[in-house]
T-cell receptor
Protein backbone atom coordinates (compact mmCIF):
# COMPACT_ATOMS: atom_id res chain seq x y z
CA UNK A 1 0.00 0.00 0.00
CA UNK A 2 1.67 3.18 -1.20
CA UNK A 3 -0.91 5.60 0.16
CA UNK A 4 -2.78 8.31 -1.72
CA UNK A 5 -0.90 9.73 -4.68
CA UNK A 6 -1.53 12.87 -6.70
CA UNK A 7 -0.21 14.02 -10.03
CA UNK A 8 1.23 16.45 -10.87
CA UNK A 9 2.73 17.80 -7.66
CA UNK A 10 3.08 21.27 -9.13
CA UNK A 11 1.33 23.00 -12.01
CA UNK A 12 1.94 26.47 -13.36
CA UNK A 13 -0.51 27.72 -15.94
CA UNK A 14 -1.63 30.93 -17.57
CA UNK A 15 -4.98 32.47 -16.82
CA UNK A 16 -7.67 31.07 -19.09
CA UNK A 17 -6.05 27.69 -19.61
CA UNK A 18 -7.61 24.39 -18.55
CA UNK A 19 -5.86 22.09 -16.07
CA UNK A 20 -6.52 18.55 -14.89
CA UNK A 21 -5.28 16.87 -11.75
CA UNK A 22 -5.30 13.19 -10.91
CA UNK A 23 -5.70 11.39 -7.60
CA UNK A 24 -5.10 7.70 -6.96
CA UNK A 25 -6.64 6.65 -3.63
CA UNK A 26 -5.69 3.74 -1.43
CA UNK A 27 -6.94 0.74 -3.36
CA UNK A 28 -9.62 -0.56 -1.01
CA UNK A 29 -11.06 2.86 -0.16
CA UNK A 30 -14.57 3.56 -1.43
CA UNK A 31 -14.66 7.24 -0.60
CA UNK A 32 -12.59 9.92 -2.27
CA UNK A 33 -12.55 13.61 -1.31
CA UNK A 34 -11.19 16.76 -2.91
CA UNK A 35 -10.20 19.77 -0.81
CA UNK A 36 -8.66 23.12 -1.63
CA UNK A 37 -6.14 24.81 0.66
CA UNK A 38 -5.09 28.42 0.18
CA UNK A 39 -2.17 30.06 1.94
CA UNK A 40 -2.76 30.50 5.65
CA UNK A 41 -6.01 28.57 5.63
CA UNK A 42 -7.14 25.09 6.45
CA UNK A 43 -8.37 22.80 3.69
CA UNK A 44 -11.87 23.48 2.40
CA UNK A 45 -14.12 20.72 1.13
CA UNK A 46 -14.89 20.70 -2.60
CA UNK A 47 -16.56 17.39 -3.41
CA UNK A 48 -16.61 13.70 -2.62
CA UNK A 49 -17.32 10.36 -4.25
CA UNK A 50 -18.51 7.07 -2.97
CA UNK A 51 -17.30 4.58 -5.53
CA UNK A 52 -18.07 6.26 -8.88
CA UNK A 53 -20.97 8.37 -7.61
CA UNK A 54 -20.37 12.03 -6.83
CA UNK A 55 -22.51 12.49 -3.71
CA UNK A 56 -21.87 16.05 -2.65
CA UNK A 57 -20.45 19.25 -4.06
CA UNK A 58 -19.54 22.36 -2.12
CA UNK A 59 -20.75 25.76 -3.24
CA UNK A 60 -17.04 26.49 -3.70
CA UNK A 61 -17.13 24.22 -6.72
CA UNK A 62 -18.10 26.64 -9.48
CA UNK A 63 -19.25 25.62 -12.94
CA UNK A 64 -15.64 25.79 -14.11
CA UNK A 65 -14.77 22.86 -11.88
CA UNK A 66 -15.65 19.27 -12.70
CA UNK A 67 -14.63 16.05 -11.03
CA UNK A 68 -14.97 12.47 -12.11
CA UNK A 69 -14.20 9.07 -10.70
CA UNK A 70 -14.75 6.55 -13.50
CA UNK A 71 -14.99 2.94 -12.37
CA UNK A 72 -14.64 4.04 -8.75
CA UNK A 73 -10.87 4.04 -8.80
CA UNK A 74 -8.77 7.14 -9.57
CA UNK A 75 -10.34 10.58 -9.78
CA UNK A 76 -9.69 13.66 -11.87
CA UNK A 77 -10.39 17.28 -11.06
CA UNK A 78 -10.55 19.65 -14.01
CA UNK A 79 -10.58 23.42 -13.83
CA UNK A 80 -11.59 25.22 -17.00
CA UNK A 81 -10.66 28.80 -17.85
CA UNK A 82 -8.43 29.13 -14.81
CA UNK A 83 -8.38 32.37 -12.84
CA UNK A 84 -5.71 33.73 -10.50
CA UNK A 85 -8.03 33.04 -7.59
CA UNK A 86 -7.78 29.32 -8.38
CA UNK A 87 -4.15 29.32 -7.21
CA UNK A 88 -4.07 26.93 -4.25
CA UNK A 89 -3.05 23.50 -3.07
CA UNK A 90 -5.56 20.86 -4.18
CA UNK A 91 -5.67 17.93 -1.79
CA UNK A 92 -7.16 14.52 -2.32
CA UNK A 93 -8.09 12.15 0.49
CA UNK A 94 -9.60 8.70 0.64
CA UNK A 95 -11.31 6.58 3.26
CA UNK A 96 -13.38 3.47 3.72
CA UNK A 97 -17.09 3.74 4.30
CA UNK A 98 -16.82 1.89 7.58
CA UNK A 99 -18.56 4.11 10.09
CA UNK A 100 -16.25 3.47 13.00
CA UNK A 101 -12.93 3.87 11.21
CA UNK A 102 -13.65 6.55 8.66
CA UNK A 103 -10.18 8.12 8.82
CA UNK A 104 -9.27 10.16 5.77
CA UNK A 105 -5.80 9.60 4.37
CA UNK A 106 -4.42 12.54 2.46
CA UNK A 107 -2.24 12.74 -0.61
CA UNK A 108 0.67 15.17 -0.99
CA UNK A 109 -1.43 17.64 -2.97
CA UNK A 110 -1.12 19.44 -6.29
CA UNK A 111 0.03 23.04 -6.01
CA UNK A 112 -1.55 25.16 -8.74
CA UNK A 113 -0.18 28.57 -9.67
CA UNK A 114 -2.18 30.62 -12.15
CA UNK A 115 -0.21 33.48 -13.70
CA UNK B 1 -23.35 25.21 9.65
CA UNK B 2 -20.47 23.88 11.68
CA UNK B 3 -17.35 25.96 12.23
CA UNK B 4 -13.94 25.26 13.72
CA UNK B 5 -11.81 27.98 15.30
CA UNK B 6 -8.13 27.82 16.14
CA UNK B 7 -7.24 31.04 17.92
CA UNK B 8 -3.45 30.54 17.99
CA UNK B 9 -1.88 31.16 14.57
CA UNK B 10 1.57 30.31 15.92
CA UNK B 11 2.97 28.57 18.98
CA UNK B 12 6.47 27.79 20.13
CA UNK B 13 7.77 25.17 22.56
CA UNK B 14 11.15 24.16 23.89
CA UNK B 15 12.26 20.65 23.03
CA UNK B 16 11.18 18.12 25.72
CA UNK B 17 8.55 20.47 27.14
CA UNK B 18 4.76 20.37 26.86
CA UNK B 19 2.55 22.54 24.69
CA UNK B 20 -1.22 22.80 24.31
CA UNK B 21 -2.96 23.84 21.10
CA UNK B 22 -6.49 25.20 21.37
CA UNK B 23 -9.54 24.47 19.25
CA UNK B 24 -13.18 25.39 19.64
CA UNK B 25 -16.04 24.43 17.39
CA UNK B 26 -19.67 25.26 16.89
CA UNK B 27 -22.35 22.71 16.09
CA UNK B 28 -25.92 21.87 16.94
CA UNK B 29 -25.32 18.17 16.43
CA UNK B 30 -24.80 15.65 19.20
CA UNK B 31 -22.96 12.98 17.19
CA UNK B 32 -19.70 13.90 15.53
CA UNK B 33 -15.98 13.24 15.39
CA UNK B 34 -13.09 15.57 16.10
CA UNK B 35 -9.57 15.23 14.74
CA UNK B 36 -6.14 16.77 14.96
CA UNK B 37 -4.11 16.56 11.76
CA UNK B 38 -0.42 17.41 11.37
CA UNK B 39 0.94 18.91 8.15
CA UNK B 40 4.76 19.08 8.11
CA UNK B 41 6.37 21.54 5.69
CA UNK B 42 5.99 20.30 2.11
CA UNK B 43 4.67 16.96 3.31
CA UNK B 44 1.26 15.40 3.39
CA UNK B 45 -1.26 15.72 6.16
CA UNK B 46 -1.40 12.89 8.66
CA UNK B 47 -3.85 12.09 11.41
CA UNK B 48 -2.53 12.64 14.93
CA UNK B 49 -5.51 11.78 17.09
CA UNK B 50 -9.31 11.46 16.93
CA UNK B 51 -12.15 11.72 19.39
CA UNK B 52 -15.70 10.41 19.14
CA UNK B 53 -18.17 12.86 20.67
CA UNK B 54 -20.09 10.11 22.45
CA UNK B 55 -17.00 9.06 24.37
CA UNK B 56 -16.35 10.91 27.61
CA UNK B 57 -12.82 9.57 27.94
CA UNK B 58 -10.18 11.76 26.35
CA UNK B 59 -8.22 10.13 23.54
CA UNK B 60 -4.49 9.49 23.94
CA UNK B 61 -1.87 8.46 21.40
CA UNK B 62 1.60 8.15 22.92
CA UNK B 63 2.81 11.73 23.56
CA UNK B 64 -0.40 13.25 22.18
CA UNK B 65 -3.57 13.65 24.19
CA UNK B 66 -6.72 15.74 23.97
CA UNK B 67 -8.88 17.59 26.42
CA UNK B 68 -12.40 17.21 25.05
CA UNK B 69 -15.02 19.39 26.73
CA UNK B 70 -18.27 18.69 24.90
CA UNK B 71 -20.42 21.21 26.72
CA UNK B 72 -17.86 23.95 26.12
CA UNK B 73 -17.27 22.73 22.54
CA UNK B 74 -13.56 22.71 23.16
CA UNK B 75 -11.00 20.22 21.85
CA UNK B 76 -7.40 21.03 22.76
CA UNK B 77 -4.30 19.01 21.86
CA UNK B 78 -1.50 18.47 24.33
CA UNK B 79 1.91 17.42 23.09
CA UNK B 80 4.21 16.11 25.82
CA UNK B 81 7.98 15.76 25.60
CA UNK B 82 8.04 17.82 22.40
CA UNK B 83 10.45 16.71 19.70
CA UNK B 84 11.97 18.57 16.77
CA UNK B 85 9.89 16.41 14.44
CA UNK B 86 6.70 17.79 15.96
CA UNK B 87 7.27 21.09 14.18
CA UNK B 88 4.42 21.47 11.70
CA UNK B 89 1.04 23.04 11.03
CA UNK B 90 -1.65 21.48 13.19
CA UNK B 91 -5.25 21.50 12.05
CA UNK B 92 -8.28 20.79 14.14
CA UNK B 93 -11.13 19.24 12.16
CA UNK B 94 -14.78 18.32 12.65
CA UNK B 95 -16.80 15.65 10.91
CA UNK B 96 -20.54 15.16 11.19
CA UNK B 97 -21.91 11.70 11.76
CA UNK B 98 -25.24 12.37 10.13
CA UNK B 99 -26.90 14.25 7.35
CA UNK B 100 -25.96 15.34 3.88
CA UNK B 101 -22.45 16.40 4.82
CA UNK B 102 -21.52 13.02 6.17
CA UNK B 103 -17.88 12.36 5.59
CA UNK B 104 -16.22 15.62 4.70
CA UNK B 105 -13.98 17.35 7.23
CA UNK B 106 -14.36 20.94 8.35
CA UNK B 107 -10.97 22.40 9.26
CA UNK B 108 -9.77 25.29 11.35
CA UNK B 109 -7.17 27.70 10.01
CA UNK B 110 -4.35 25.88 11.71
CA UNK B 111 -1.65 26.55 14.30
CA UNK B 112 1.99 26.64 13.27
CA UNK B 113 4.08 24.93 15.93
CA UNK B 114 7.79 25.61 16.20
CA UNK B 115 10.05 23.48 18.40
CA UNK B 116 13.23 25.08 19.74
CA UNK B 117 16.26 22.86 20.40
Amino acid sequence: DTGVSQDPRHKITKRGQNVTFRCDPISEHNRLYWYRQTLGQGPEFLTYFQNEAQLEKSRLLSDRFSAERPKGSFSTLEIQRTEQGDSAMYLCASSTTDRGTNEQFFGPGTRLTVL
Amino acid sequence: AQTVTQSQPEMSVQEAETVTLSCTYDTSESDYYLFWYKQPPSRQMILVIRQEAYKQQNATENRFSVNFQKAAKSFSLKISDSQLGDAAMYFCAYRSEHGGSQGNLIFGKGTKLSVKP
